[in-house]
């Protein structure tokens, strides 16, 4: 089946040091979303690539940043880590920049903890 | 200021009752509306969607909603709860104007008692 598929599950960091979560799609969409959700809260968009067109929501920390090489993967990087970085990430894709018919499909997300 | 808001952070059923978890959401043209369930420590998945066709949308695991324009809501139903429905539920919108993302609602928590 086609999919989104997040690495790993579960991430434990060390407080300032950096850290690579990634994504992938076999779904050829063209857009690929970082959302942050923090415990008992709704997911919060941190950026999105539009194919290779990055956008980055006005709020996101500089700590955090992300790379697309190409379509099938992406990944976020979170170069200081905190103690409030903690949370659950989320990677999703939609087959275009609205994403208005089909909605997002979202992978199972990867715990970070930050100790 | 376009919202969209979800009563209820947290509603509690019995198995084989009726579930109902509302959203509303305010902006003077309808957005695309979708629902999606979150499992304990597992990703979201889509329930079903409101893309401007029919107004009652029917989704997956015996969800429904109804998109009321003179109401502004979306409300999920189901007829009779299971225990496996017990998970977080979001409500999210599109917005019509710009090329705005998915923005979620606050989410509602199911707690299906025996």
């Known amino acids: 089946d086609a999919m989104v598929i997040q690495n790993p599950r579960y991430q434990v960091t060390q407080f300032g040091k950096p850290v690579t979560l990634s994504c992938s799609q076999t779904l050829n969409h063209n857009v690929m979303y970082w959302y942050q959700q923090k415990s008992s809260q709704a997911p919060k968009l941190l950026f999105h690539?539009?194919?290779?067109?990055?956008?980055n929501e006005a709020d996101t920390p500089d700590n955090f940043q992300s790379r697309r090489p190409n379509t099938s993967f992406c990944f976020l990087d979170i170069r200081s880590p905190g103690l409030g970085d903690a949370a659950m990430y989320l990677c999703?894709?939609?087959?275009?920049?609205?994403?208005?018919?089909?909605?997002?499909?979202f992978g199972s997300g990867t715990r970070l903890t930050v100790v | 200021a376009q919202s969209v808001t979800q009563l209820g952070s947290h509603v509690s059923v019995s198995e084989g009752a009726l579930v109902l978890l509302r959203c509303n959401y305010s902006?003077?043209?309808?957005?695309?509306l979708f629902w999606y369930v979150q499992y304990p420590n597992q990703g979201l998945q889509l329930l079903l969607k409101y893309t401007s066709a029919a107004t009652l949308v029917k989704g997956i695991n015996g969800f429904e909603a109804e998109f009321k324009k003179s109401e502004t809501s979306f409300h999920l139903t189901k007829p009779s709860a299971h225990m496996s429905d017990a998970a977080e539920y979001f409500c999210?919108?599109?917005?019509?104007?710009?090329?705005?993302?998915?923005?979620f609602g606050k989410g509602t928590r199911l707690s299906v008692i025996a």
């Open positions: 999210a919108v599109i917005w019509n104007s710009g090329n705005t993302p998915l923005v």
């Open positions: 999703a894709t939609s087959r275009d920049r609205r994403g208005r018919l089909e909605g997002y499909t």
């Open positions: 902006s003077s043209v309808p957005p695309y």
């Open positions: 690539y539009y194919d290779k067109d990055f956008n």
